[in-house]
């Protein structure tokens, strides 16, 4: 099995303030650097900065191998204890990116181990540069890496390293003139009595989930006025999980999910395994900001305004700037979704029935009237392209295709009902029930590797509409899937979202990386 090193680190100037992250793999046998990652995050905070250089090394690794067994080294004990599961972590700022960490590589091929910052000096170079180029008004390229490609690393021998999963006692102060400043070790951590990194704490406020980003109006950029939800239980929707793609609407007993041939997970929150969602950091101060950021990275210093407007999640912190709403268009009605069949990106890729064309329509007019729609990306399947298209024509829209849109691949249930899949196959239907990493039968796409996708794509497709707001058509899975991880919340809450064809969903995306739920299963459009 392939071994990698990776080492990463973020800074914040200000905590918070102008923030970046650096990355770098490593081969474990040579220590060769095989590839670097940075980005300028705006403003945010050390510890933010930091889990956001973890989440971009271990992607940038799982691009190289999957496979691949990592052992991850930074000179951030909050974080290498927080992921090695020796602290709990507390702040809201961070669980949505220790889920999202978690979820990259399976926990038995990742390791963690602390190192002195003088030892992770590379990744700290390029989250200085990423820095560097944001205050110039710009990015990170690697054009702009003054780290050496060539030199190897300090890493410890592979054999030498197998299971290490500790951390130094004590760690160095930061050396005078780094700049970052002190990292954050709120309540995160063990007592006082516990060994700490040596730096001064900042001070942290817990922040509300959910609301608006700061400086934005209710509902300014999409649906003033959208209908509810239809057929959603109250409780939160969630980051990491999975759903079936295109499989039944009709209740599972406890622990199963429907295999939304139709509209999605079981209707009207029927019982299902795991833990109740519940939003989090419900009974914080409504004046204080949203945390959660779409698995993208929070709201920088998650602090509370004291001037803010008594509407919960909304706060009166400096304009942001326009967002970039992705607004969510499920395509309508194939042949398939009454009979409530797998139907993934696998599979016979159905075209759209007489009725599925008429739910495009009546949204393509309902988006009309709204008039926000300033481009349309659409999944490469057949129904999506049709939907888009149908759309497109009445907006007076291009159509870009956009492969990561793409629904789960379902394998050898690809056509089947539920109740068929049950019949055939119930081992792999109950290995795939109960964990997000499972494979349906015949091979296709577990749920842990459709979230890293979409994830990918929602990062992809938020810079490239920033301050401006784009039609995506897609599938059942892509939907919930940006949905929980706009929320954070558990992967179970995956079971408990219904979402009918044809409807829309809305997520605005903010400067400062922070995520909003604007809407979710609007069919209002699609009632006489």
Do not use: C
């Not at 794509?457 to 939907?479: C, E, F, M, S």
């Amino acid at each position: 099995m392939r071994e990698f090193i990776v080492e990463a680190d973020g800074g914040s100037r200000g905590n918070p303030g102008p923030a970046g992250y650096g990355a770098v793999v490593r081969d474990a046998a040579t220590g060769e650097t095989l590839t670097e990652a940075a980005e300028y995050l705006g403003t945010a905070t050390n510890n933010v900065a930091e889990y956001r250089g973890l989440l971009a090394g271990l992607r940038a690794a799982y691009a190289l191998d999957p496979g691949a067994r990592v052992h991850v080294r930074m000179d951030s004990k909050l974080v290498v204890e927080q992921m090695s599961g020796r602290w709990k972590i507390k702040h809201p700022d961070m669980k949505p990116l220790a889920m999202e960490a978690r979820s990259v590589y399976p926990p038995d091929q990742v390791t963690y181990e602390w190192i002195p910052r003088e030892r992770n000096k590379q990744a700290d170079r390029l989250a200085n540069e990423a820095m560097d180029a944001g205050a110039k008004g710009g990015q990170w390229s690697p054009s702009l890496s003054r780290a050496d490609l060539a030199t190897t690393s300090e890493a410890v021998p592979a054999a030498a390293r197998a299971g290490a999963d500790h951390t130094a006692e004590t760690a160095p102060a930061a050396p005078a003139g780094a700049d970052r400043t002190a990292e954050t070790a709120p309540a995160d951590e063990p007592p006082p009595s516990a060994p700490t990194a040596g730096r001064p704490a900042e001070p942290v406020s817990e922040s509300v989930a959910g609301g608006g980003a700061a400086g934005a109006a209710p509902e300014s950029a999409v649906f003033a006025g959208s209908g509810a939800a239809e057929g959603v239980p109250g409780s939160a929707v969630a980051a990491g999980g999975r759903t079936a793609g295109e499989a039944p609407e009709t209740p599972m007993a406890a622990g199963s999910r429907s295999a939304e041939a139709a509209s999605g997970s079981a209707t009207g929150g029927s019982p299902t395994a795991g833990p109740q969602a519940v939003p989090a950091a419900a009974a914080d101060a409504a004046e204080q900001r949203p945390v959660t950021d779409g698995g993208r990275r929070p709201v920088s210093g998650g602090q509370a305004h004291p001037s803010a407007p008594s509407a919960p999640g909304w706060s009166a912190a400096p304009d942001l700037g326009a967002p970039a709403t992705l607004v969510l268009l499920r395509h309508g009605e194939t042949p398939l979704t009454p009979q409530k069949r797998f139907s993934g990106s696998g599979g016979t890729d159905p075209a759209l029935s007489a009725a599925g064309r008429e739910q495009a329509h009546r949204v393509a007019d309902a988006l009309a009237r709204r008039g926000t729609i300033q481009a349309i990306v659409a999944s490469p399947l057949a129904r999506t392209r049709e939907t888009a298209g149908i759309v497109a024509a009445r907006l007076n829209l291009d159509v870009t295709i956009e492969d990561g849109l793409r629904e789960t691949d379902f394998g050898a249930w690809e056509g089947l009902t539920f109740g068929e899949v049950r019949e055939r196959h119930p081992d792999d239907l109950n290995a795939w029930l109960a964990d997000p990493e499972a494979h349906p039968t015949g091979g296709g796409e577990s749920f842990a590797e459709t979230s890293v996708r979409l994830a990918a794509t929602r990062d992809k497709l938020v810079a490239a509409y920033r301050g401006r707001t784009v039609l995506l058509v897609t599938h059942v899975t892509p939907i919930k899937t940006l949905i929980r991880l706009a929320l954070g919340a558990p992967p179970e809450s995956l079971f408990r979202m219904e979402l009918s064809a044809a409807s829309l969903s809305a997520v605005a995306y903010y400067a400062d990386g922070n995520a909003s739920v604007r809407l979710f299963n609007d069919t209002s459009h699609l009632r006489p």
